[in-house]
């Protein structure tokens, strides 16, 4: 199948089979992905028709997040600059929050801005090195959270919110950033 229509919208889609329970459906900014259990025998039409108005509202909002991502500006920062700003957030926050990291690595990632291993080592998207610092801060103090507290709970944002308060404008800015990048060919 190559394209679907979701009310008024006609949108790329791609049928995957894979060894997965349930169907699953995935949205990019322009397409979409419908991923099937291996043994399904229906009709992925139905299952994305009856998915249509959410498919609609996310592709609204996806045009939306576009709009407002074209606004922003972004940075060229050379990765020794980059790794030099992360390096400071890195030895600022894990001095206030009291814990210690393991290796840091730098490395292109297709769907997130960082991590943090079980182990304690950290590994940050190059693509930081187009945002804004107080982004990129944003970035090493949630992952240096993850040290503290190994998930998102409450207790996991209060720790962001102690040291950042707008921490959540900071996390929804993120999106908009990743759209940015997904307009300037950066990201699929």
Not at 71 to 77: K, S
Not at 117 to 123: D, F, P, T
């Amino acid at each position: 199948m190559d394209r679907f229509m979701a009310g008024d919208l006609e949108v790329r889609c791609e049928v995957i089979y894979r060894r997965v329970k349930n169907p699953r459906i995935e949205l990019r900014f322009d397409s979409l992905r419908l991923i099937l259990p291996a043994d399904f025998t229906g009709d992925p039409i139905e299952v994305l028709s009856s998915r249509s108005d959410w498919i609609q509202r996310k592709i609204h909002e996806f045009h939306e997040m576009l709009e407002r991502a074209s606004e922003l500006e972004l940075e060229y920062r050379r990765d020794k600059e980059l790794r030099s700003l992360v390096s400071g957030f890195l030895d600022h926050y894990s001095d206030v929050l009291g814990v210690e990291y393991g290796r840091v690595r730098f490395r292109r990632m297709r769907s997130r801005w960082g991590s943090c291993s079980s182990r304690g080592n950290l590994s940050f998207n190059t693509l930081l090195s187009h945002l804004p610092d107080r982004m990129v801060e944003y970035v090493v103090l949630h992952e240096l959270a993850h040290l503290r507290e190994m998930n998102h709970s409450p207790r996991f944002w209060g720790i962001l919110e102690s040291e950042i308060p707008d921490y959540s404008e900071r996390r929804r800015m993120l999106r908009y950033y990743w759209a940015r990048l997904y307009m300037e060919g950066l990201v699929d």
